[in-house]
């Protein structure tokens, strides 16, 4: 059976869950927090999550856990055949984790956890932030999923990076990052209302005092 290494609060993590759980996988969750201690790094080279274990050993990096779901899996499809299409979802995927995610996450240490981050930090994240919603509208189709007609990694990636990015904007710049995007924010409603993402939801919710505490210990 697949093991699934990392903590429910974790947004990769849920990606990999969604992706199994949409799939019909059966898999075991193993409690996993990053660190550089030295059994950490032997699951997970850079010490991060998640990981996912399989007969030969791990699987690091979401992106590539979630092909290599895709690959050895049955289940519905969440990625094309056809090479173009396939490409288009995989572009979105990876346009959603660099120009929304990573700039709202330089950003989840004030809007979540009650710590400062420098202005000129996010000054520029805003920015990037901006700019990666824009560059969504343009390449996304939403129709009424993000890349078109059927759920796709994409819409995990848009799901779990998305309505953090939301809850950042919202937060610390007072914006509504969707507003002029009424087909994303229509299709962030229609994914919370799936029953698999409101299990992930409710399980992050039931560890989120046992993460707080963890993230105290680091401080």
């Given amino acids: ?20 759980l949409e799939k019909g996988v059966a898999f075991e969750e193993v409690p996993f ?34 092909e290599y779901i895709e690959q050895t899996q049955s289940g519905p499809k969440l990625l094309p055949t056809d090479p173009f299409e396939r490409a288009q979802v995989l572009a979105l995927a990876k ?23 420098p202005e000129a930090i996010k000054t520029k994240a805003r920015t990037e932030l901006l700019e990666g919603i824009a560059s969504l509208g343009r390449h996304g189709k939403f129709s009424p999923f993000v890349a078109g007609e059927t759920l796709s990694l994409a819409d995990i990636y848009f799901l779990y990076s998305v309505s953090l990015a939301c809850a950042v904007g919202h937060k610390l710049f007072g914006l509504d990052l969707l507003a002029d995007l009424p087909g994303a924010k229509a299709l962030l409603e229609q994914l919370e209302q799936n029953p698999h993402v409101q299990k992930i939801a409710a399980d992050k919710e039931a560890v989120m005092p046992q993460f707080l505490a963890w993230i105290s210990s680091k401080k």
Avoid: D
């Avoid at 059976?1 to 199994?20: C, D, I, P, Q, R």
């Avoid at 990053?34 to 399989?54: C, D, N």
């Avoid at 346009?95 to 981050?117: D, K, W």
């Fill in 95 to 117: 346009e959603i984790e660099l120009y929304i995610e990573l700039p709202a996450r330089a950003l989840y240490s004030e809007a979540f956890f009650g710590m400062t981050v």
């Fill in 1 to 20: 059976m697949l093991k699934l290494y990392g903590f429910a609060v974790s947004n990769y993590y849920n990606m990999v869950k969604l992706a199994l």
């Fill in 33 to 66: 927090f990053p660190g550089s201690a030295p059994q950490t790094l032997t699951i997970s080279p850079r010490g991060k999550v998640p990981v996912l274990g399989v007969e030969q050993g791990f699987i690091n990096e979401t992106s590539v856990i979630l």
